[in-house]
């Protein structure tokens, strides 16, 4: 399964713009770039999800890189709320479908 | 409201006893899958199933036995407690597990202690 690589933790200032980075270099081309944060003592909850392009839903927008080696998520306005661990996950298109979890990048929000 | 669901919330279980973990879903999804989560780690796959009748070993299957006998439910059986298995378990779903292009739905967890 091809892997990512997110760093370990990011700060941001409530109400200010956060890019979340995640590298993917040995990405296929029918891994769907997942995201998934998990609030403290929450389950994970789903965030986004792309193929090539960008996409945006209520919650964030995805930003997938041309060559789909990396991808950034962003959340516009950060808020308190969106403290949390978020996690980019590659998902194969035909596989049983599995979310493989990493350690995921640990999010900070300051007011 | 529509979701997945695990009961109990909460449970305290002494060394070699069993139990059994329950996770039901009201969404008509095929894809259901069993996950633990130790303190400051990320999730690990225990069991999955990709419909009723069909069940598969995940990352960590060692001491669990899953069935599915229907589309809503997948329980998680600990078969001999042990205290390595003190962890947070969450269950997840999704329409089908082949089509990445639909999100998944996780439980709000069980918080096992074994002692």
């Known amino acids: 399964d091809a892997k990512t690589t997110q760093p370990n933790s990011m700060e941001s200032n409530e109400e200010e713009p956060v890019h979340l980075p995640c590298n993917h270099s040995t990405i296929s081309g029918t891994d769907y770039i997942h995201w998934y944060r998990q609030l403290p003592s929450q389950g994970p909850e789903y965030v986004i999800h792309?193929?090539?392009s960008n996409v945006n839903n209520r919650m964030a927008s995805l930003a997938i890189a041309e060559d789909r080696k990396s991808s950034t998520l962003i959340l516009h306005r950060a808020t308190l709320r969106d403290a949390a661990v978020y996690y980019c996950i590659l998902l194969q298109r035909g596989s049983q479908g599995n979310l493989i979890f990493g350690k995921g990048t640990k999010l900070s929000v300051k007011p | 409201n529509a979701g997945v669901t695990q009961t109990p919330k909460f449970q305290v279980l002494k060394t070699g006893q069993s139990m059994t973990l329950q996770c039901a879903q009201d969404m008509n999804h095929e894809y259901m899958s069993w996950y633990r989560q130790d303190p400051g780690m990320g999730l690990r796959l225990i069991h999955y199933s990709v419909g009723a009748g069909i069940t598969d070993q995940g990352e960590v299957p060692n001491g669990y036995n899953v069935s599915r006998s229907t589309t809503e439910d997948f329980p998680l059986r600990l078969l001999s407690a042990a205290p390595s298995q003190t962890s947070v378990y969450f269950c997840?779903?999704?329409?089908?597990?082949?089509?990445?292009?639909?999100?998944?739905?996780f439980g709000s967890g069980t918080r096992l202690t074994v002692v």
């Open positions: 997840a779903s999704t329409k089908t597990g082949g089509l990445p292009g639909l999100g998944y739905t």
């Open positions: 792309g193929l090539t």
